[in-house]
């Protein structure tokens, strides 16, 4: 057996209950009206309005349309290829800047003289090269 409780509730209530409750007691029908709420509250809205069919509709025809315009275009533009190499190039550029940059920043500072000595080698090996080649002569023969 269940356990009763006492519900005070107002007269004009209890007038609406008794004028529509029929055959049923105040309990039965205080606990249909109960059940049908909260039924009707977990069902909110079993079906789809045309409204909600024809946005749908249009969703999906332009996301039709969207795929058939990357289908059509299987191939790179020049100006498509153009940009690409420009910004490869911009990359690549900002990568030897940076490269650059920390090389200056976080390296050993060279010495002014290391560049002199290098040039002096330089112009060293290309006396030597021009001396020894206007000693030798070449001679091709032609049949």
Do not use: H
Request: with cysteine.
């Amino acid at each position: 057996m269940s356990e009763k409780r006492m519900l005070i509730v107002p007269t004009e209530l209890t007038k609406k209950i008794n004028d529509n409750r029929g055959d049923m007691s105040q309990a039965e029908f205080i606990d249909f009206l109960i059940d049908s709420c909260l039924k009707e509250e977990a069902k909110e809205q079993p079906y789809i309005t045309r409204k909600e069919i024809e946005s749908l509709k249009q969703d999906i025809s332009a996301i039709l349309l969207k795929e058939d315009k990357v289908r059509e275009q299987k191939y790179v533009t020049k100006e498509e290829i153009q940009v690409l190499q420009q910004d490869t190039r911009r990359l690549l550029k900002s990568f030897l800047d940076f490269f650059i940059g920390y090389g200056l920043e976080l390296g050993k500072p060279s010495p002014g003289n290391d560049l002199k000595e290098l040039a002096k080698k330089i112009e060293g090996l290309e006396g030597d090269l021009t001396s020894e080649e206007e000693g030798r002569e070449v001679k091709i023969k032609w049949k």
